[in-house]
């Protein structure tokens, strides 16, 4: 790969540190930290950086996305990665994007879909169910984001994805049971896949579940053995989040933000307004 002039990192907190220590694996000339809380930070504003050349990471608090975009897009940054979701509403989201310039090269990191065993997942056919269960260990969602944009967000990409790549859409989604540390979806597609996804953050272990069903075969996959999916066989295991920032720097965007982000904002509103 060819030199990358200069990298700059919007917020340092929990995922800008890792987004900072996996640049060390790239031939980076020039990092760049910026956050007003971080006394380690280069700088303390976006508006201390002058020059808008190389290629910029957003992994900043959600709610701030909105702002520091529009912000991103006035001073003439051509290059933009932000951590997931985009924004924490679909207004949003559909508004930055109806504002991006048409130059601009704007990356979104669903990490998962960068994930060896779900690309390889993505290439199977007649899928009639899909079965995801989402468990973490009651760590790690920001204050500002709840279950659904927090964790919710990566089996929904991973939905998404497996539909698009079988040429499906969704038809109808529900939440059936929500509360703050768990939420239970199901629905169907177009073409009459099914799904149920289980997400919670009361488990004692932090665990990734998925099964596809399709009409001759069952392949499941766990995180507690990553390099094999049932039926399958071996796959090999590469770091996702690499994979998603050299997608960056190759400038091939995956294409689907809209489509997770208008499921996510649906079952987000569904999931806020539950039994109310």
């Known amino acids: 790969m060819s030199l990358i002039m ?22 980076v000339d020039e990092l760049i930290t910026i956050d007003p809380f971080n006394p380690n930070s280069d700088f303390k504003h976006i508006s201390d950086v002058e020059n808008v050349d190389g290629y910029w990471f957003v992994t900043t608090p959600a709610s701030t996305h909105h702002t520091i975009l529009l912000e991103l897009f006035q001073k003439g940054v051509k290059n933009i990665w932000v951590e997931k979701p985009i924004c ?16 601009v090269f704007l990356y979104c990191d669903f990490t998962w879909l ?20 989402w ?32 040429k499906d859409i969704l038809e109808k ?17 177009k073409n009459g896949t099914t799904f149920n996804i289980e ?50 720097f190759s400038k091939n965007s995956l294409g689907y933000p809209l489509d997770i982000a208008r499921t996510l904002e649906t079952v987000n509103e569904l999931f806020t307004n539950f039994d109310k």
């Not at 960068?114 to 199977?124: S, Y």
């Not at 596809?212 to 090999?236: A, M, Q, T």
């Open 173 to 189: 989604i529900n939440v059936t049971y929500a509360n703050d540390m768990s939420v239970l979806i199901n629905g169907f597609s």
């Open 88 to 103: 924490n509403t679909l207004d949003d989201t559909l508004d930055i994007f109806s504002k991006k310039p048409d130059d």
């Open 114 to 133: 960068q994930h060896q065993a779900i690309k390889r997942l993505g290439d199977v056919n007649d899928i009639k169910h899909i079965e995801m269960k």
């Open 199 to 248: 997400v919670s953050n009361s488990s004692c272990l932090k665990t990734r579940n998925i099964s596809v069903y399709c009409k001759d075969d069952v392949y499941r996959w766990f995180s507690e053995d990553p390099g094999h999916i049932e039926n399958l066989g071996l796959i090999k295991s590469k770091d996702a989040i690499i994979s998603n920032i050299q997608l960056f």
């Open 6 to 27: 200069k990298c700059v990192i919007v917020g340092l907190g929990y995922f800008g540190k890792i987004i900072q220590n996996k640049l060390k694996e790239f031939p």
């Open 135 to 166: 468990m973490n260990d009651g760590s790690m969602i920001p204050k500002d984001v709840n279950i659904v944009t927090d964790l919710a967000v990566h089996p929904i990409s991973i939905l998404t994805f497996l539909l698009i790549k079988s």
